[in-house]
């Protein structure tokens, strides 16, 4: 059996993705605003309809809202535009979900979706919006950290794959995700390494030693992020989020490792 039977159509998603991805990023703020935006949008309407397989009804665009305006709060307020005082705008929105629910007569489980609700918004639109931090961390729009964390992220991913498959055989978490093997977790390690000595060279924004540091992170969180979403997605008992990305699945497929890596990356950035 051919051990690469998906990989044509994975292969093409990926160079259009990337290539739009990228694009965006390279060409200003306002067209990587638009396509993030975007993205963070997609993700958390196919998480909130992923949800509702399980017959749970959190709601949706409520939440999608918050989770878009929390996105462009963010990227105004890094941008300069705003004061962060009006991230408190957000609190009395989101606090509408307890009224909405007190008047869902059939709503049989209200605090679960409640609950559901707002996972929407920690899981997907609080990475999303931290991403603004990453492209005005310097004071002004740059896209070479997000670009270089895009490139690890890939760099990761594209290492495991074909390392896995090659010469994966002990289990990484079996219960999980029984594809995943240490081999392959590994060779995606050594890869996103580098990968990133070689953005080192090329972006300056962060310098050698930063850069491998947020492979290691990219690797461990993005490894952790990828389970976490596999375990979701087992829980629901479906293979993939979606089909918006052939070969790959959905948004959340395809960018479980960025939700998890993002929020650490930011915090190194900021903290240490």
């Keep these: 059996m051919n051990k690469f039977t998906d990989l ?26 638009l396509m993030f935006l975007g993205i963070a949008c997609l993700t958390m309407w196919e998480f909130y309809r992923l949800v509702r397989l399980q017959s749970y009804v959190p709601i949706r665009m409520l939440g999608v809202a918050i989770g ?12 300069g535009v705003l004061e962060s005082n ?14 909405i629910k007190l008047y869902k007569k059939n709503d049989v489980h209200p605090f679960i979706n409640i609950a559901l ?29 997000l670009l270089g ?18 010469f994966g055989k ?13 081999e392959g977790s590994i060779g995606g390690g050594v890869v996103a390494l580098v990968t990133s000595l070689i953005i080192s060279k090329y972006f300056v924004g962060l310098n050698q030693l930063e850069w491998v540091i947020v492979s290691v992170i990219v690797v461990i969180a993005g490894t952790y992020g990828d389970l976490v979403e596999s375990h979701f997605k087992r829980t629901m008992q479906i293979k993939d989020s979606g089909s918006a990305i052939p070969g790959h699945g959905g948004f959340l497929d395809r960018f479980d490792s960025l939700l998890l890596a993002v929020p650490f990356v930011v915090v190194f950035l900021k903290l240490f």
């Excluded at 690890?152 to 896995?164: C, M, S």
């Design 149 to 166: 964390l895009l490139l690890l992220v890939w760099a990761n991913d594209i290492g495991a794959y074909f390392t896995g498959i090659l």
């Design 170 to 182: 002990t289990k990484l978490f079996e219960r999980i995700s029984p594809k995943k093997s240490w």
């Design 8 to 33: 044509a159509p994975r292969l093409a998603s990926a160079i259009v993705g990337g290539a739009l991805v990228i694009s965006a990023l390279l060409w200003n703020e306002w067209s990587f605003f």
């Design 117 to 145: 609700f707002y996972l929407g918004i920690l899981y997907v639109a609080v990475p999303f919006a931290l991403i603004n931090i990453l492209v005005f961390y310097n004071g002004m729009y740059s896209y070479e950290i």
């Design 68 to 79: 878009a305006l929390l996105f462009v709060f963010s990227f105004l307020i890094e941008y």
């Design 86 to 99: 009006y991230y408190m705008a957000l609190f009395p929105l989101a606090s509408f979900v307890f009224l």
